[in-house]
């Protein structure tokens, strides 16, 4: 074990969310929010420089040293942080049957997924997995009350070697929005963002009533559903490049396009093996996304700015969409509403307010009735723009594995200037093919890639109707006023 000096015990309160991830373990495994994050080395890393590594960084967060604790008389718990980490348990190595490949690997990622982490230590563990050809991973898994994909990726940085960090701290860059100043002075961008604006809120308001998606192959029924059974895919990297140029041609961003690409991704899927989309339907699929509510650099020293900071709000897919060029339009569409309307901050508010006056029991069913909803869940993470290195060892490859909270999750990485596809499978939900979706995911951006090579500025500009932009601005105001 190893023993570190430390101060008297610290207990600190957990967040409303870290309370809501945690809950949800004391489930059952089949819930469990873990997420899992693999590093690719070209030659084996040494043990004992990545356990020296773990004790100079990591156990400086509090988090990393603690166990969560009941709070006598509530459904509420309290981080304690220990004196003394057992490194035997939070360290280990493990060996895969022969051959040791990427597949044994996946498979052996899959199967964490049956075990808990035992909570009577710091919820997180680290695997040193030699592969084939004198390769190595490293595989992380740690329980998501610790915190979010944002904070840990800064506390995975914070492990390696890349010189940039001390150079660029990490700036959560959002497109600001318009000034409204300039707005007004557009009467047309003007009534955009009102709509909107309105029409968020009218959203995030009734959020608890939205609608389920179409029935179809890779949604599930219900969350009672999902078992331990888990299947982990990561398709081939394509150059981030690509993206960006594919973006730029339809006045977008790399988000935008990647949205597009898994649009395209699912209508193939889905054409191949359901009847959803079958003589014309318009089904209605989404997922589910983590939105950061953080602005500004971050500090993952502070506790007040570690751990669980997010909203997950629902994206509807333009999987009616026919042809390349109409998939990435109304795929930025639907993203810009989002980026312009007040819907993330309203249903933080709302699943603030249902945990401080619902009992636990209801307030889970409550939130797996709004998870249902929705067909998976999809996070984008951008990583590191230059290759980082742990234990003196080059960082080759690197994937994230988010929670799998419903029949499919969803994950895209950048890292050292490529994009990397990312798809966990529930069992439970039926059996879906995650290496299919990797492989239609490359074939059908380059797909869109070739197509975005047809569209100019006035292209995106002419989906847009002024004319009825001004007749639902002129409705609204009627309205406002007769109100």
Not at 4 to 26: N, S
Not at 143 to 153: E, Q
Not at 282 to 308: A, C, E, H, W
Not at 366 to 384: A, I, Q, R, W, Y
């Amino acid at each position: 074990s190893l023993s570190m000096a430390q101060p008297a015990r610290i207990e600190r309160p957990m967040t409303f969310l870290g309370e809501l991830m945690y809950e949800w373990t004391e489930i059952g495994p089949r819930l469990e929010t873990v997420i899992t994050t693999v590093l690719h080395f070209d030659k084996v890393v040494d043990r004992k420089l990545v356990e020296a590594i773990i004790a100079e960084k990591l156990l400086v967060f509090d988090r990393f040293r603690s166990i969560v604790k009941p709070n006598a008389g509530s459904h509420t718990h309290t981080w304690t942080r220990l004196k003394r980490i057992d490194m035997s348990y939070h360290l280990v190595e493990h060996r895969l049957p022969s051959p040791a490949t990427r597949k044994e690997l996946e498979a052996f990622i899959s199967s964490m997924y049956r075990k808990q982490l035992d909570t009577s230590h710091p919820l997180w563990r680290f695997y040193i997995v030699p592969l084939d050809g004198n390769k190595c991973a490293v595989v992380t898994r740690i329980h998501h009350s610790v915190g979010d994909g944002v904070t840990l990726i800064e506390v995975m940085l914070s492990l390696m070697g890349r010189e940039e960090a001390k150079k660029q701290p990490h700036v959560f860059k959002k497109r600001p929005p318009a000034s409204w100043t300039k707005t007004m002075a557009n009467p047309l961008q003007f009534s955009s963002r009102c709509l909107h604006f309105v029409l968020g809120a009218a959203k995030g308001s009734t959020y608890p009533l939205r609608r389920k998606d179409t029935p179809n192959v890779l949604k599930i029924p219900s969350i009672a559903q999902l078992t331990t059974e888990k299947k982990v895919a990561c398709g081939a990297s394509i150059p981030l490049q690509l993206f960006k140029e594919a973006g730029r041609r339809m006045d977008g961003t790399v988000n935008d396009m990647i949205v597009a690409t898994l649009t395209a991704t699912l209508r193939r899927y889905l054409l191949a093996h359901d009847t959803c989309l079958n003589d014309g339907n318009t089904p209605r699929i989404s997922v589910l996304f983590p939105f950061n509510m953080r602005y500004g650099r971050i500090n993952v020293s502070d506790p007040k700015q570690f751990g669980n900071q997010f909203t997950l709000l629902p994206l509807d897919l333009p999987i009616h969409e026919k042809d390349p060029i109409s998939i990435m339009l109304a795929s930025k569409k639907c993203c810009d509403e989002i980026k312009e309307s007040p819907m993330a901050f309203i249903i933080t508010g709302l699943n603030k307010l249902a945990m401080s006056i619902l009992p636990a029991k209801w307030y889970h069913t409550l939130t797996f009735t709004c998870l249902e909803k929705s067909t998976g869940m999809f996070t984008n993470v951008p990583g590191p723009k230059k290759p980082v290195l742990l234990a003196g060892q080059v960082v080759s490859d690197l994937m994230f594995y988010v929670p799998a909270l419903a029949s499919i999750t969803f994950s895209v990485l950048s890292y050292n200037g490529s994009i990397r596809f990312g798809v966990m499978t529930n069992q439970g939900g039926g059996k879906i093919n995650p290496n299919e979706l990797t492989n239609i995911f490359y074939e059908e951006f380059h797909c869109l890639y070739d197509a975005s090579k047809g569209l100019h500025p006035d292209v995106q500009r002419s989906e847009t109707n002024p004319l009825t932009k001004w007749a639902i601005l002129c409705v609204f105001i009627l309205l406002l006023s007769r109100w």
